[in-house]
């Protein structure tokens, strides 16, 4: 499987294409003036108590103050809070918690009354950024990730990921951990830490414990609210969970972001260097390397599948539902029940690919086609179960119902990605909106093949406004000549001036319209 990273650095954003197989699969967008992004740790204060919700609301500098539960505080929430204050009031001299004298956890089932007080400072960590009209999700549960380990402040506990399956390496990794650790520290080793050496664990390690030194010589001299440290940037994010043995490739088109990448490459995986390329082109990156033409497929209300199928996706304040929906993938020599698994079985792949493209959190009702074989949804289920297992968000799917429905819960951490597919028509001149025009000729094609090899009709006549007409017929082999040779079938292209640019028609032998519902 062939991963790559397309990276279009603009003034207003950094947009972060993951490929596979030169297939869109996720797309990260990052505002140059974002403000919020999850991982920042913030010093904020309290603005408010609210006994009745077991919370509190801090104030970290955004417009709506943060929400901070009690379950939230975390269980050495009392040490946090006892070393905030020793910094700030300069009593604490050092970062090391080697000689810091923990304090016991706090109840499970406490009140946040007996911890927090109006006008209090307290260190917090973004836990989601804000959300349409609400504040950020905060914790004070700190925890610093790197590549290979996750460093909890204030813990003890040496954790391994059960992805891990080898119980002889999750051994080897714990007993490493174990000598090089600094006292006062947990660890939570990563999936990507297996067959690791110590050195590079330990590189890690020591960057991580730098981090904290940086906060606190940043929270010395602090005042609520302000951010202490930041995380780095969601695309430094996604290469640093995404780059492994699989990535090929890492396109940027810009030259301080490429020397950026370059580093942080050098520094986390010296051998992949090379893989980090400066584009040069004239064209937008983008256009160049066909990630535009996906985004533009993909992102629309309607998504069509290669299969003829579509997913029709819908959006509201409570949840996101989408619909499966079988077009012209018909074929007369199965029955119902198979045709509607076959299709039900793509909707699931695009699904998959559609909630992490979009980042889509909460609630997600997927309604495919109806099956009345037990075994089939059963099969369904797990297709789709499988097709999720490399979804970083955590997640939850329910069986399909009874009514064909299947519920998915996913994290939501960050507001979701929504790109307007549709432009203003030329025809028109802006009193409507159309389809990309960048998707003409493949829609073009699918109606093509699905009247040539599903209706088979021996021959066919296609109709489209000149300038399509010009396109068509450019080049060596032109498009006409290749869908010749890929359907062996009679295929003419006229051009009619009535049509409008993105209007088309396709008559038989006997020059009959055929309609496609």
């Known amino acids: 499987m062939n991963n790559e990273l397309v990276i279009n650095s603009t003034s207003a954003e950094v947009v972060t294409a993951v490929l596979r197989d030169k297939r869109l699969v996720e797309l990260v967008r990052e505002r140059n003036d974002a403000q919020f992004s999850v991982g920042d740790i913030y010093l904020g204060k309290v603005s408010k108590i609210a006994s009745s919700l077991n919370a509190a609301f801090i104030d970290v500098g955004y ?62 960590q973004i836990a989601k950024e804000p959300i349409s009209t609400k504040g950020p999700r905060i914790t004070s549960h700190i925890t610093l990730a790197g590549r290979f380990i996750v460093l909890i402040p204030f813990a003890d506990k040496i954790a391994v990921s059960q992805k891990i399956r080898s119980n002889e390496e999750r051994e080897r990794l714990k007993r490493l951990m174990e000598s090089i650790k600094p006292k006062g520290f947990g660890v939570i080793v990563r999936t990507v830490a297996e067959e690791k ?10 960057n991580l414990v730098s981090r904290w030194q940086e906060c606190f010589n940043n929270l010395k001299t602090a005042k609520a609210p302000l951010k202490v440290i930041g995380e780095m940037g969601r695309t430094s994010v996604v290469i640093r969970d995404l780059v492994n043995t699989s990535f090929s490739s890492i396109m940027v088109n810009d030259a301080e972001l490429h020397e950026e990448i370059k580093s942080y490459i050098h520094t986390i995986a010296p051998e992949k260097e090379e893989i980090v390329k400066l584009y040069k082109g004239g064209a937008p990156i983008f256009d160049q390397l066909g990630v535009e033409k996906q985004i533009m497929a993909a992102f629309g209300r309607t998504v069509n599948l290669p299969s003829g199928a579509y997913l029709i ?31 039900n079985l793509d909707a699931a792949a695009e699904v998959a690919r559609q909630l992490r493209l979009r980042d889509l959190g909460g609630i997600i009702v997927v309604d495919f086609i109806d099956m009345y074989n037990q075994e089939n949804r059963k099969k369904l289920y797990a297709r789709l179960k499988d097709l999720m297992k490399d979804d970083r968000a955590k997640h939850h799917i329910l069986p399909p119902s009874k009514f064909g429905l299947v519920q998915i819960t996913r994290e939501r951490v960050r507001p979701q990605t929504i790109i307007n597919t549709l432009e203003k028509c030329p025809t028109c001149h802006g009193t409507g909106e159309v389809e990309p025009p960048l998707l003409l000729i493949d829609k073009i094609e699918n109606t093509l093949r699905y009247i040539l090899n599903q209706q088979n009709e021996k021959g066919v006549t296609l109709l489209v406004h000149p300038f399509i007409y010009a396109f068509l017929n450019q080049g060596f082999p032109s498009l006409k000549m290749k869908w010749r040779l890929r359907y062996k079938r009679g295929i003419k292209i006229n051009e009619l001036d009535s049509l409008g640019f993105l209007e088309y028609k396709i008559l038989n032998k006997n020059g009959e319209e055929l309609k496609i519902a």
């Open 197 to 206: 050496s110590v050195s590079e664990l330990d590189t890690d390690l020591n």
């Open 63 to 124: 417009e709506k103050d943060a929400f901070l539960h009690y379950f939230d505080l975390g269980p050495q929430f009392a040490s946090l809070n006892n070393y905030t204050q020793g910094v700030m009031s300069g009593k604490l001299k050092h970062a090391s918690l080697m000689y810091f004298k923990m304090l016991g956890d706090i109840p499970k089932s406490g009140k946040i009354s007996n911890q927090l007080q109006a006008g209090q400072n307290v260190l917090v």
């Open 313 to 343: 996706i819908e959006h509201t304040e409570a949840l996101h539902v989408i619909d499966v929906n079988s077009g012209t993938k018909i074929k007369s020599k199965n029955d119902q029940e198979t045709n509607a698994l076959e299709v």
